[in-house]
């Protein structure tokens, strides 16, 4: 079956620098990955759709700015977090799209910690 | 707008018990529908899926899922607990035209007792 990977799989990085997460579609093209945020003992929340080659499309409430998306070919995207603060801390998963509407091939996340 | 609801944030079920996970969904066009299970520190798999085909879906491991349009439900179950579904197991929703956002349920911790 399709694999997602990510890296690196726990960060740990100070206050205000960014960290770089990657996430790579193994087997396969993804013209579209998901970036989700989910917090302990929580639901995955949507960030962004990420599309090969274009803009990401980011949720309400989510700032384009501190998060920074780039999906520059049809098996990577990543997420940056840029200057980072303790409330960023969460497990960041991505997900390609595979097959039909709502099927998603999902990595196998990266907890960040700041501190 | 769509969501789904899981009932209960923790099930605990002694293993051979029948397992029941409830989730009800809400959404103004046919819904696909979704159950993800994910393991500590891992991300989402996907145990079975209903996209308005036959409405009692089987997936992986011996669960299944029956669609019931006149109660909005899809829930999940499995005949006979076994310790290695001990996991966290997500509803989600979408439907099969637009934008296909997957909203997802706030998960069921599903535990298992020898």
């Known amino acids: 079956g399709a694999v997602v990977s990510q890296h690196p799989s726990w960060v740990i990085c100070k206050s205000g620098t960014s960290v770089k997460i990657e996430c790579r579609s193994l087997?396969?093209?993804?013209?579209?990955m998901f970036w989700y945020r989910q917090f302990p003992k929580q639901s995955l929340m949507l960030m962004a759709t990420s599309n090969e080659g274009s803009k990401a499309t980011y949720e309400q409430g989510v700032e384009k700015d501190k998060f920074l998306i780039n999906h520059a070919s049809l098996t990577l995207s990543t997420l940056t977090v840029t200057s980072a603060h303790p409330e960023d801390s969460s497990f960041y998963i991505c997900?390609?799209?595979?097959?039909?509407?709502?099927?998603?091939?999902f990595g196998p996340g990266t907890r960040l910690t700041v501190t | 707008a769509q969501s789904v609801t899981q009932l209960g944030s923790h099930v605990s079920v002694s293993e051979g018990a029948l397992v029941l996970l409830r989730c009800n969904y809400s959404s103004s066009v046919p819904p696909y529908l979704f159950w993800y299970v994910q393991y500590p520190n891992q991300g989402l798999q996907l145990l079975l899926k209903?996209?308005?085909?036959?409405?009692l879906v089987k997936g992986i491991n011996g669960f299944e899922a029956e669609f019931k349009k006149s109660e909005t439900s899809f829930h999940l179950t499995k005949p006979s607990a076994h310790m290695s579904d001990a996991a966290e197991y997500f509803c989600?929703?979408?439907?099969?035209?637009?934008?296909?956002?997957?909203?997802f349920g706030t998960g069921t911790k599903l535990q298992v007792i020898p």
């Open positions: 997900s390609a799209r595979v097959g039909g509407p709502g099927e998603q091939y």
């Open positions: 989600a929703v979408t439907y099969s035209g637009g934008y296909q956002k997957v909203t």
């Open positions: 209903y996209t308005s085909a036959a409405t």
């Open positions: 087997d396969f093209q993804a013209t579209t």
